[in-house]
């Protein structure tokens, strides 16, 4: 079974931790996607890569970076967590074209006190 | 970036209901897709549309994409208790093939 693996389902962090959020897709996929979701505002692009080493920021990319130094590992960086970055956070893996739609993660909900 | 209008934003109905829900935008879009997020979980895709016009169906869910190439609507029939979730659109516009332009989400609840 194809999969999207998001490495916690929960996590609680202080305000000035640096925070690592790991995803692994294990489709062989080049496009992969980090998103933010958040009650009434829908998902919110922060980052995304369509190849290895490569990054491209989203609609809402400060307080953030990313890393993918594999093809099957995305890894979204919170460089000093605040209270308003606490939301569910989304992967998300696809072929070049988005045209078979993307393959999700769990996604994580973390929280930050 | 570019909008997808998605309504309503939330919806309680009974259980043993259809549903309708649709998604607009201002520009052309050459594919539709539409998921579904289980509370707590990801979203999982339930239907892809590809051409104007195309009518599909998975179960109990109907997808149509429409004839101007700028909307697509979502049917339910016959509601449960799983139904509920939030339900997203997604399309591809002929300017960006690689990343989908997401809708708002459809919050449903279906009651016993």
């Known amino acids: 079974d194809v999969k999207v693996t998001q490495s916690s389902r929960y996590l609680v962090k202080r305000t000035g931790e640096k925070v690592f959020l790991e995803c692994v897709q294990d489709?062989?996929?080049?496009?992969m996607f980090w998103y933010r979701q958040d009650p009434g505002l829908g998902l919110r692009l922060i980052y995304f890569s369509y190849d290895v080493k490569m990054k491209e920021k989203g609609d809402i990319p400060e307080g953030y970076s990313v890393s993918r130094e594999k093809k099957e590992r995305f890894s979204l960086i919170l460089e000093s967590a605040s209270t308003n970055q606490t939301s569910m956070y989304l992967c998300a893996s696809s072929l070049p074209t988005g045209h078979y739609g993307y393959t999700f993660g769990s996604g994580t909900r973390l929280t930050v006190v | 970036g570019q909008q997808l209008n998605q309504s309503p934003q939330s919806m309680f109905i009974q259980e043993g209901e259809d549903v309708s829900m649709n998604c607009t935008s201002s520009s052309i879009f050459n594919t539709w897709l539409w998921y579904k997020q289980d509370p707590g979980e990801g979203p999982v895709l339930l239907i892809a549309?590809?051409?104007?016009?195309e009518l599909t169906s998975n179960g109990r869910l109907t997808a149509q994409f429409g004839i101007t190439r700028k909307d697509s609507f979502l049917n339910i029939s016959a509601s449960i208790p799983s139904d509920v979730g939030i339900y997203f659109c997604?399309?591809?516009?002929?300017?960006?093939?690689?990343?989908?332009?997401f809708g708002s989400g459809t919050q449903l609840t279906v009651l016993p």
């Open positions: 997604a399309g591809i516009s002929s300017g960006s093939a690689r990343q989908l332009t």
């Open positions: 549309l590809y051409k104007a016009g």
């Open positions: 489709m062989d996929h080049e496009n």
